[in-house]
């Protein structure tokens, strides 16, 4: 990348992190179980609720155990249960309907990060009911109070119930666009490792490495603060000593429960000190290919790392400490490459492949342009690089033509 270019890009991130400190982030308050959310509804004076989550979680019985809860201690309950994957405005305008017929007070996302999604947008309609989702679309156009919004993720790893973002389909224009502003952070996260017992092993491998991609990217980037720092790490830690445990056997709660706390703490990193190239790598890939989100992180992230080269060794020293892999007097290079070759072990036990499969190589060029244009310049990556730059990942994660 040229000079002028870079030095746009960096300032452009150095105004975003100087207003982090006066911006009004915040995490959301941990439940721990399902069980203690109509104590939390009743303690709020809330006796109305809306749970919104899709068809495959409420069938296979796990919002069972909550809507029980909810009809014992006599707390209204309305169930949308139609989100799909990327909801759609029509989605959310139905759910809406249901919230407002039903006065609810308050709104649950279960299941996903479209489900949290969804429930978030429905939220931010009513807090504005004089705009549609597409005038809401962008960065700052909310700017009311949402109703009360509880997350339980079904997954660990999309960080959804920590973030200011919910993205929304248009089907008709397929225009995909996200909703992004203080009020969508939901006010709970429930961290209740039951509802993800029954994920398939896939998925926990490659939501558990998609937290961990966020935990990295946001760690070496240059818009870190102390806390968020913090946050990366112990995410990183917990990652390393649970996600194997939970991939080969899904009864682990213990083990679930801590993804699902590095999940949390991977996601509050992330919202303040943002993603890099390999989300910018993996959103145009999933886009253009609907290859699913978490793996391809999983497969990018090393190429992505070694590109940076020695600039993040020691932010990968840090990291490679967090995981348990370094000590702290050794050499950062060597430390630096530990780290890496950890997540590509890491990625083999899971059965992650090094490739992702199905890139048209006559397409790179343009996907590389796709991907610069969405990190630059507001990702705060460790070194900058342009479309010329970014085209050798997509070369080097795709499969040779045999
Ligand atoms: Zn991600």
Same mark, same amino acid.
Request: one cysteine or more.
């Given at each position: 990348?040229?000079?002028?270019?870079?030095?746009?890009?960096?300032?452009?991130?150095?105004?975003?992190?100087?207003?982090?400190?006066?911006?009004?982030?915040?995490?959301?308050?941990?439940?721990?179980?399902?069980?203690?959310?109509?104590?939390?509804?009743?303690?709020?004076?809330?006796?109305?609720?809306?749970?919104?989550?899709?068809?495959?979680?409420?069938?296979?019985?796990?919002?069972?155990?909550?809507?029980?809860?909810?009809?014992?201690?006599?707390?209204?309950?309305?169930?949308?249960? #139609?989100?799909?994957?990327?909801?759609?405005?029509?989605?959310?305008?139905?759910?809406?309907?249901?919230?407002?017929?039903?006065?609810?007070?308050?709104?649950?996302?279960?299941?996903?990060?479209?489900?949290?999604?969804?429930?978030?947008? +429905?939220?931010?309609?009513?807090?504005?009911?004089?705009?549609?989702?597409?005038?809401?679309?962008?960065? *700052?156009?909310?700017?009311?109070?949402?109703?009360?919004?509880?997350?339980?993720?079904?997954?660990?790893?999309?960080?959804?119930?920590?973030?200011?973002?919910?993205?929304?389909?248009?089907?008709?224009?397929?225009?995909?666009?996200?909703?992004?502003?203080?009020?969508?952070?939901?006010?709970?996260?429930?961290?209740?490792?039951?509802?993800?017992?029954?994920?398939?092993?896939?998925?926990?491998?490659?939501?558990?490495?998609?937290?961990?991609?966020?935990?990295?990217?946001?760690?070496?980037?240059?818009?870190?603060?102390?806390?968020?720092?913090?946050?990366?790490?112990?995410?990183?830690? *917990?990652?390393?000593?649970?996600?194997?445990?939970?991939?080969?056997?899904?009864?682990?709660?213990?083990?679930?429960?801590?993804?699902?706390?590095?999940?949390?703490?991977?996601?509050?990193?992330?919202?303040?000190?943002?993603?890099?190239?390999?989300?910018?790598?993996?959103?145009?890939?999933?886009?253009?290919?609907?290859?699913?989100?978490?793996?391809?992180?999983?497969?990018?992230?090393?190429?992505?790392?070694?590109?940076?080269?020695?600039?993040?060794?020691?932010?990968?020293?840090?990291?490679?400490?967090?995981?348990?892999?370094?000590?702290?007097?050794?050499?950062?290079?060597?430390?630096?490459?530990?780290?890496?070759?950890? +997540?590509?072990?890491?990625?083999?036990?899971? #059965?992650?492949?090094?490739?992702?499969?199905?890139?048209?190589?006559?397409?790179?060029?343009?996907?590389?342009?796709?991907?610069?244009?969405?990190?630059?310049?507001?990702?705060? +990556?460790?070194?900058?690089?342009?479309?010329?730059?970014?085209?050798?990942?997509?070369?080097?994660?795709?499969? +040779?033509?045999?």
């Amino acid at each position: 990348m040229n000079i002028a270019q870079q030095l746009f890009c960096r300032a452009f991130q150095f105004g975003f992190k100087v207003a982090i400190p006066v911006l009004p982030y915040r995490n959301p308050d941990i439940l721990n179980a399902v069980d203690e959310i109509p104590e939390l509804l009743h303690k709020k004076g809330i006796t109305s609720v809306l749970l919104v989550t899709d068809q495959s979680i409420r069938s296979l019985g796990l919002t069972k155990h909550l809507e029980e809860i909810l009809e014992q201690e006599d707390i209204d309950l309305t169930v949308y249960d #139609k989100v799909e994957a990327n909801p759609t405005v029509a989605q959310v305008e139905e759910a809406r309907r249901l919230y407002i017929e039903n006065d609810a007070q308050a709104l649950i996302g279960f299941g996903g990060g479209s489900s949290m999604d969804c429930a978030k947008a +429905v939220g931010v309609l009513i807090a504005r009911p004089d705009k549609n989702l597409e005038q809401l679309g962008g960065i *700052l156009k909310v700017w009311k109070k949402t109703p009360l919004m509880i997350a339980v993720p079904t997954t660990a790893g999309t960080g959804s119930e920590t973030t200011v973002a919910a993205v929304i389909v248009d089907p008709e224009t397929k225009h995909k666009y996200a909703v992004m502003d203080f009020p969508l952070i939901p006010d709970y996260a429930v961290l209740d490792p039951e509802v993800t017992r029954s994920l398939p092993p896939s998925i926990t491998a490659g939501t558990g490495m998609d937290a961990l991609t966020h935990a990295v990217e946001a760690y070496i980037g240059n818009s870190t603060t102390k806390q968020t720092r913090r946050e990366s790490l112990r995410a990183v830690r *917990l990652i390393f000593h649970n996600l194997e445990r939970a991939y080969r056997n899904g009864d682990d709660m213990k083990a679930r429960r801590n993804m699902l706390r590095a999940a949390y703490l991977a996601g509050c990193a992330f919202t303040v000190s943002y993603v890099g190239y390999v989300h910018a790598v993996a959103h145009t890939l999933g886009g253009r290919y609907n290859v699913p989100h978490g793996q391809t992180c999983a497969t990018v992230l090393p190429y992505v790392l070694e590109g940076y080269g020695a600039k993040i060794y020691p932010q990968l020293k840090a990291l490679s400490i967090a995981a348990g892999l370094s000590e702290m007097d050794e050499d950062e290079a060597l430390a630096a490459r530990k780290f890496i070759q950890a +997540v590509k072990d890491l990625n083999a036990k899971l #059965k992650i492949p090094d490739k992702v499969n199905g890139i048209k190589r006559e397409e790179i060029p343009l996907l590389a342009k796709l991907a610069a244009k969405e990190a630059n310049p507001v990702y705060p +990556v460790p070194v900058l690089m342009d479309e010329r730059e970014l085209k050798r990942f997509f070369y080097d994660i795709s499969e +040779v033509d045999s």
